[in-house]
């Protein structure tokens, strides 16, 4: 797979994928979502210093895009996310990409923890999650409103020594952009 830092070049692919079915049943945002708010939210983030956004690509076409946000050298933490492309789903993209963007940001940035949320509906990626060394380390009960009534959000982690133990861990992962 190539790999490459998010750039508005991608900005339409994650406007069509953000209003897909298939995605937007997992995020948490409200919809639909104009590609001039994409344009805006990329134009916000594009220089913040505490988050990367990467975009993975197979035979040139985007399948996947991750990302790390609210990325704090000081506490050491930070927030991951992915989005697999409707076309790519239950092919291994999703594991691909989230093992090397984890080997990334353990080898390039000063942090000893991942975390992230997911719907507790989301089984597909909770069990990736799970398969990959991240825990379940709670449930917020009735944490946002989706699709006419309150749901439950799973916060998961996954530190940096645990990860080093574990089969996917690979060092010296670098990007240049």
């Not at 895009?65 to 092919?91: C, H, R, W």
Request: charged letters at 20%; a neutral charge; one cysteine or more.
């Amino acid at each position: 797979m190539r790999v490459e830092k998010l750039s508005k070049d991608h900005l339409q692919t994650r406007y069509e994928w953000l209003n897909h079915p298939q995605i937007f049943q997992h995020m948490n945002m409200q919809y639909p979502i104009s590609l001039l708010e994409t344009e805006a939210w990329y134009n916000r983030i594009y220089n913040n210093p505490n988050r990367i956004d990467l975009v993975f690509f197979e035979d040139n076409s985007i399948v996947a895009m991750t990302g790390l946000t609210s990325i704090s050298a000081v506490d050491g933490l930070a927030e991951f996310y992915i989005m697999v492309s409707p076309n790519y789903q239950s092919k291994g993209i999703g594991s691909k990409s989230t093992i090397y963007t984890i080997n990334y940001a353990f080898y390039n940035f000063n942090i000893h923890k991942i975390y992230l949320y997911t719907n507790n509906f989301n089984e597909k990626a909770n069990g990736l999650y799970e398969k990959l060394g991240f825990s379940l380390e709670g449930v917020l009960k009735k944490h946002k409103f989706k699709n006419g009534h309150h749901i439950d959000r799973c916060i998961y982690g996954l530190l940096k020594d645990d990860w080093k133990k574990s089969e996917y861990f690979c060092k010296d992962v670098l990007l240049e952009f």
